[in-house]
């Protein structure tokens, strides 16, 4: 089951969670007194280079008969709709911008370059994904209705395929968002889904007449003999923007250390521990500026999760006072490189399409899910014990407690190993039937967490 109490599993009191969140808010004030003009300069340059990608992109398409010049124009629209929907669309509409005031710039106007109507986003992200951030049953960005995430959820005979339904997905990302917050707003407006005439329906309906037209239809016509090259090129566009986001987004709610709760834990949720289940529920992708301009600085996933109406251009900056109180607190700050968050992500696509049967751990221990009753030894509570270091006498945490369990299970496996080569008649030493104390073995280095190989 997944996490139901947040205080035990992240081995802090109610006083230490209540800390935490001030410490946070004042991030928050902080940053929120010092919004000003270098920030509206910044979103304002983005939203010129964008805007001049695109139009030189559109320029170039005019001769995309030529391989070189297809080639050019594709890659700048990609970007350009790379930058549109990451730092743009997806910031805007968060409200990180509304305190200019600028009606251009605003949460309440801006429509952005993909299939769902921007209304549509705005409910089903900003409110229910952000409110109810990976509580198994009411986050339906958990896996978005087609894959199972956790092992919190039902195996289904449907569940095999999802390999297969993860890539079509992944390649058609923008159509399956739109059609999760179509859902999303019919059930708002309690509106029955076959209900053609309804609302919600004809909203979408514009936007895809929209977007279908303006990217097959419109700008292929204008540029006249190249038109198949050009709907070629927009295609591709399209395909990379999908593709790029649909990483983005997964390698920031699923890759291993990004943990589920249970609704239990958010019925008596207190602010700190609201914002304690931000930082354990996502993961950070490694990178540079550039990494960070490319995903709409959502490479800063926990910091976007504990301040989403912050400006983005911010979260670097946040970020490193967040891994500072991560520390002090002993909290696991999840993050890796693109391609290991990636990798983490598939692997438990592939492993979660098999029934539980045929899986090592369960949802209380395994990578993708866990509990605080991993930390329970026979049926009793030691997660108490672990808040003091016996030699140092300080506070251990979560982080600790977490690298204490890798260890154990290293050493296991290296004990268990060492049983198997031994000769048959040979009796084992009495002190090495107890896990941790194998005569003779190697200490373990202490390794950081985020680096630690996990499997089940």
């Keep these: ?154 195996w289904r005979p449907i569940n095999l395929l999802q390999p297969i339904a993860n890539v079509i997905l992944a390649a058609t990302f923008e159509w399956g968002i739109a059609l999760h917050d179509l859902e999303a707003q019919q059930k708002r407006e309690g509106v029955d889904p076959m209900q053609w005439n309804s609302a919600p329906n004809k909203q979408f309906a514009v936007k895809i007449v929209r977007q279908v037209g303006k990217d097959f239809v419109l700008f292929p016509a204008l540029t006249g003999r190249a038109w198949r090259h050009t709907l070629t090129a927009n295609a591709t566009a399209n395909l990379v923007r999908n593709l790029w986001a ?63 109406d912050l400006p983005s251009n911010r979260y670097s900056e946040i970020a490193e006072r967040v891994r500072a109180l991560c520390t002090r607190y002993d909290l696991p700050y999840t993050t890796g490189p693109l391609t290991r968050q990636y990798l983490l992500t598939l692997r438990t696509i592939h492993k979660l399409a098999l029934p539980d049967r045929f899986l090592e751990r369960t949802s209380d221990d395994a990578p993708e899910t866990s509990s605080e009753r991993k930390f329970h030894t026979n049926g009793s509570r030691i997660a108490g014990a672990l808040r003091i270091d016996a030699t140092t006498g300080r506070r251990r945490g979560l982080l600790s407690a977490l690298r204490a369990q890798a260890e154990a299970r290293v050493e296991a496996r290296r004990f268990m190993r060492g049983r198997r080569r031994k000769p048959a008649g040979l009796p084992i030493p009495r002190a090495s039937r107890t896990v941790g104390t194998v005569p003779g073995a190697p200490s373990l280095p202490r390794r950081s967490l985020r680096t630690q190989a996990t499997t089940g």
């Design 246 to 308: 649909y990483a983005v987004i997964f390698c920031g709610h699923f890759p291993d250390g990004a943990e589920k709760f249970t609704a239990e834990q958010f019925e008596t949720e207190t602010r700190g521990q609201w914002y304690l289940r931000q930082m354990l529920g996502s993961a950070n992708i490694d990178g540079g500026p550039i990494m960070g301009f490319l995903t709409g600085n959502l490479s800063y996933q926990i910091e976007h999760h504990l301040f989403p």
């Design 1 to 154: 089951m997944a996490i139901t109490d947040i205080n035990e599993f992240a081995h802090l009191t109610a006083d230490d969670i209540d800390a935490l969140g001030r410490e946070l808010d004042e991030i928050r004030r902080d940053v929120e007194e010092s919004r000003g003009t270098r920030d509206a300069r910044y979103i304002r340059r983005v939203i010129g280079l964008q805007r001049a990608l695109e139009l030189g992109a559109r320029a170039v398409l005019f001769g995309s008969r030529r391989r070189p010049a297809w080639a050019v124009g594709t890659a700048m629209l990609s970007l350009a709709k790379i930058i549109e929907n990451m730092e743009l669309g997806h910031n805007v509409m968060h409200g990180q911008w509304d305190w200019m005031n600028d009606p251009e710039i605003h949460s309440t106007t801006w429509e952005w370059d993909q299939t769902g109507p921007s209304e549509h986003w705005k409910r089903a992200h900003n409110y229910a994904h952000h409110t109810f951030t990976n509580i198994v049953g009411m986050d339906d960005d958990v896996g978005f209705g087609i894959l199972r995430m956790t092992r919190d959820e039902e």
